[in-house]
């Protein structure tokens, strides 16, 4: 049952930010609508947030992590099942990582 | 549709059951939350009070990535807050189930929002549904599996020491590659600002900014190149409109 304070404090802010998102949004976009601008940016933001998330380790990642984005891809459009296209990835890792050492 | 919104327990119901075939593809990605978890030294309870107050899969795997001991406050709220900020429009979009709502209804129901509930809910709506309790029925009802998930996962990270490097952990990265592949819309709408988004990253990254500054920079440079290129093709359809008018 172990709980840290800094842990604890990490984990309510995340929560705190999290609910702001989900409730504070539709109470303001209900009564304010943004500058256009601003609108079009949070259409932009998911694809643009993730690509900033995965090409800096896929970059400095070798010819596995590369084989694994692939394999990604491919099942992910061949099936559209998040779960299946998670786990052809990691398998193609595995795969390559067996086959090049 | 605004006058016929009701909120029954039959919605709840109905909403919680229409989420059921969506378990099957959140368990791996429930699990790599829980492993990596315990991987980043998060003991288990911990793992599971993250997982039912915060319930936002794609913010809590980006958090953990970060993750450091002592905890890193500010970086997991603000990872929480930019991957969490794309639910802002959700809620507005829904609102005309939720401006009928009131109470604990209106913002218990915004608390379970996720995007497969936000989804559903949407296509729910363009069929004529005026049940609003069939978006909290599919919020709770993959929250109920959720939590469980992570702690699985967390359980079988610590009987199985994975060493780093392991192949397991190419999971987070597939998460959101998987992620992108279900977002691309194109690439007249998408590749200029995706491509922005993520050499930015990479040079803020290779330039040694802290997390999470390289993440934020490539965000908002990739989103605001979208942004202008979606505005400047809308003024010149309408400049073309005009002309032809």
């Known amino acids: ?101 | 549709m605004s006058g016929g919104v009701v909120f029954t327990r039959a919605g709840v119901w109905r909403g919680a059951v229409a989420s059921l075939p969506l378990w099957l593809g959140m368990v791996p990605f429930g699990l790599v939350i829980g492993v990596l978890a315990d991987a980043k030294g998060l003991s288990f309870t911990e793992t599971v009070l993250m997982s039912a107050l915060v319930y936002a899969g794609a913010a809590q795997l980006l958090a953990l990535e970060l993750w450091t001991d002592p905890a890193p406050v500010m970086a997991a709220i603000v990872a929480a807050g930019v991957v969490n900020l794309r639910m802002a429009p959700q809620g507005a979009a829904l609102a005309g189930w939720l401006d009928r709502l009131r109470g604990w209804k209106l913002w218990g129901t915004l608390a379970t929002l996720v995007d497969h509930s936000f989804a559903l809910s949407v296509q729910e709506q363009r069929r004529g549904g005026r049940d609003a309790g069939y978006l909290l029925g599919v919020g709770l009802g993959l929250w109920a599996s959720w939590v469980p998930t992570t702690a699985i996962g967390w359980l079988a990270g610590s009987l199985v020491k994975l060493p780093p490097g392991h192949p397991l952990y190419f999971a987070s990265v597939a998460a959101f590659i998987s992620i992108l592949v279900g977002l691309w819309r194109g690439p007249r709408v998408d590749l200029a600002p995706w491509v922005v988004a993520g050499l930015v990253a990479l040079a803020a990254h290779r330039a040694g900014l802290p997390v999470p500054l390289p993440l934020l920079a490539g965000t908002l440079a990739g989103a605001a190149l979208g942004a202008w290129i979606e505005l400047r093709g809308k003024a010149r359809l309408a400049a073309d409109e005009r002309e032809r008018g």
């Open chain 1, 1 to 101: 049952m172990e709980i840290r304070a800094d842990v604890l404090l990490a984990i309510l802010g995340m929560a705190a930010v999290s609910y702001a998102c989900r409730a504070g949004g539709y109470a303001i976009l209900r009564s304010v609508r943004p500058p256009e601008f601003v609108e079009a940016m949070l259409r932009h933001l998911p694809g643009a947030l993730f690509m900033a998330y995965a090409t800096p380790p896929l970059v400095a990642g070798s010819v596995p992590a590369w084989i694994g984005a692939a394999a990604v891809v491919g099942v992910q459009l061949a099936t559209r099942n998040l779960g299946l296209a998670i786990c052809a990835g990691v398998a193609a890792v595995w795969g390559a990582q067996a086959a090049l050492w």
